[in-house]
Nanobody, 119 residues
Framework: QVQLVESGGGLVQPGGSLRLACAASGSISSIVAMGWYRQAPGKQRDLVATTTSGGSTNYADSVKGRFTISRDNAKNAVYLQMNSLKPDDTAVYYC?????????????WGQGIQVTVSS
């Protein structure tokens, strides 16, 4: 199993920046991808950014050029640097890890962390 703990959320003004961190523990060596998703009130959970063990990244169109995902394998952590934040970025942000168990790919989620962009 893989356990995930997020940190770094909070309240920020429009145009500001935040950096989210996600610490992974457990079966670290089996992780094939990590990423961030978000869920605003009344909406579905959507992809924000992902990164694979091979180093490729993928971003939602709405955050391209503003958000950057990075991974520190030595610290078993993934980060989301969020710049030029907008009120529409307000959501609960969830860390995700996909790991292999035998022939299966299993998804693990953090508990979520609130990000609020408001003046």
């Amino acid at each position: 199993q893989v356990q995930l703990v997020e940190s770094g959320g909070g309240l920020v003004q429009p145009g500001g920046s935040l950096r989210l961190a996600c610490a992974a523990s457990g079966s670290i060596s089996s992780i094939v991808a990590m990423g961030w998703y978000r869920q605003a009130p009344g909406k579905q959970r959507d992809l924000v950014a992902t990164t694979t063990s091979g180093g490729s990244t993928n971003y939602a169109d709405s955050v391209k050029g503003r958000f950057t995902i990075s991974r520190d394998n030595a610290k078993n952590a993934v980060y989301l640097q969020m710049n030029s934040l907008k009120p529409d970025d307000t959501a609960v942000y969830y860390c995700n890890a996909v790991y292999k168990r035998a022939v299966l790919h299993i998804s693990s989620w953090g508990q979520g962390i609130q990000v609020t962009v408001s003046s």
